[in-house]
Nanobody
Framework: EEQVVESGGGLVQPGGSLRLSCVAS????????IFWTRQAPGQDFEWVST????????RYADSLRGRFTASRDNALNTAYLQMDSLEPEDTAVYYC???????????????????WGQGTQVTVSS
């Protein structure tokens, strides 16, 4: 079956860094674009980043102000999100999504052709 499994979340202090990982299985990872999106308590999904299937095309939400970096290693079926200079406002559940459609917003969760991870909690607090 098609799966993406996330790891790397946790509790960090403001100004700290964290790297999230997303390991895919059950489908051809190198033919899917990877998205990161997040959801704060009581809020809608907020698009974080897009990285194309070959890793060449990368885009980020303007509000991140250059603090986040997406990457991928197709040989390892793994995508990453490096988060630096974390702020309390970054606190959310972070999701990894695989999709064949390139876009600059959160892929629809109702589309069966999009594969979502289980989410990992990131809490930024002192």
């Amino acid at each position: 079956e098609e799966q993406v499994v996330e790891s790397g979340g946790g509790l960090v202090q403001p100004g700290g860094s964290l790297r999230l990982s997303c390991v895919a299985s059950g489908f051809t990872f190198g033919t899917y674009h990877i998205f990161w999106t997040r959801q704060a308590p009581g809020q809608d999904f907020e698009w974080v980043s897009t990285i194309s299937e070959d890793g060449i095309y990368k885009r980020y939400a303007d509000s991140l102000r250059g603090r986040f970096t997406a990457s991928r290693d197709n040989a390892l079926n793994t995508a990453y999100l490096q988060m630096d200079s974390l702020e309390p406002e970054d606190t959310a559940v972070y999701y990894c999504v695989a999709s064949r459609i390139l876009r600059l917003d959160t892929p629809p969760r109702t589309d069966p052709d999009n594969y979502w991870g289980q989410g990992t909690q990131v809490t930024v607090s002192s």
